[in-house]
């Protein structure tokens, strides 16, 4: 089991940038796949972005040229830098980790404003 802890989300208007992050609670170099998924009300979760531990990436097409996941070695963390943001893009965003069994967060809330 790994332990996810979410931060940086909050609420921004349309056109801005917001950067979440991923603590785990052991080396995410270690994580098989690690990525943000997302749900806004009254819809089902949907994958946003993953990277695998050998640094391959997967992006929604909704966000594709817009948002980026990262690694931050020195943090521990695996981050997610959302650009241009766009209404349909709020909803609660959970970190996800298949370490032997699939690992969610708490989840964190991005509103964007038009």
């Known amino acids: 089991q790994v332990q996810l802890v979410e931060s940086g989300g909050g609420l921004v208007q349309a056109g801005g940038s917001l950067r979440l992050s991923c603590a785990a609670s052991?080396?995410?170099?270690?994580?098989?796949?690690m990525g943000w998924y997302r749900q806004a009300p009254g819809k089902q979760r949907e994958l946003v972005a993953t990277m695998t531990s050998s640094g391959s990436t997967k992006y929604a097409n909704s966000v594709k040229g817009r948002f980026t996941i990262s690694r931050d070695k020195a943090k521990n963390t695996v981050n997610l830098q959302m650009n241009s943001l766009k209404p349909e893009d709020t909803a609660v965003y959970y970190c996800?980790?298949?370490?032997?069994?699939?690992?969610w967060g708490r989840g964190t809330q991005v509103t964007v404003s038009s």
């Open positions: 052991r080396s995410i170099f270690s994580i098989n796949i």
């Open positions: 996800n980790a298949y370490y032997s069994a699939t690992c």
